[in-house]
């Protein structure tokens, strides 16, 4: 089993950027891709991004493809979602999950408890 914990959600401003960190642990986390999704208040959670065990596929959604990067650092057991260029519609609980079905913009097996990014105008 896989443990997901998030770090770094806040309040930012229009234009800012913001790091999220999701700390895995598990016997075989270093075999799953791993991902981010988020949701706003009235809408369904959506695919944010995903990426391979070995960085190197990676996956954005249309929304945020350009400013948004997704890296891990298998080392220290964490992935990271940089974010720069935010808008207020990038508002929502951020999730980080684990799973085989990411790279494919499907769900994930495992799920973080999610973080709370605040864009303001």
């Known amino acids: 089993q896989v443990q997901l914990v998030e770090s770094g959600g806040g309040l930012v401003q229009a234009g800012g950027s913001l790091r999220l960190s999701c700390a895995a642990s598990?016997?075989?986390?270093?075999?799953?891709?791993m991902g981010w999704f988020r949701q706003a208040p009235g809408k369904e959670r959506e695919f944010v991004t995903a990426?391979?065990?070995?960085?190197?596929?990676?996956r954005y959604a249309d929304s945020v493809n350009g400013r948004f990067t997704i890296s891990r650092d298998n080392a220290k057991n964490t992935v990271y979602l940089q974010m720069n260029s935010l808008k207020p519609e990038d508002t929502a609980i951020y999730y980080c999950?684990?799973?085989?079905?990411?790279?494919?913009?499907?769900?994930?097996?495992?799920w973080g408890q999610g973080t709370q990014v605040t864009v303001s105008s």
């Open positions: 999950a684990a799973g085989h079905l990411l790279l494919g913009k499907g769900l994930g097996d495992y």
């Open positions: 990426i391979s065990w070995s960085a190197s596929m990676k």
């Open positions: 598990g016997r075989t986390y270093n075999n799953y891709p």
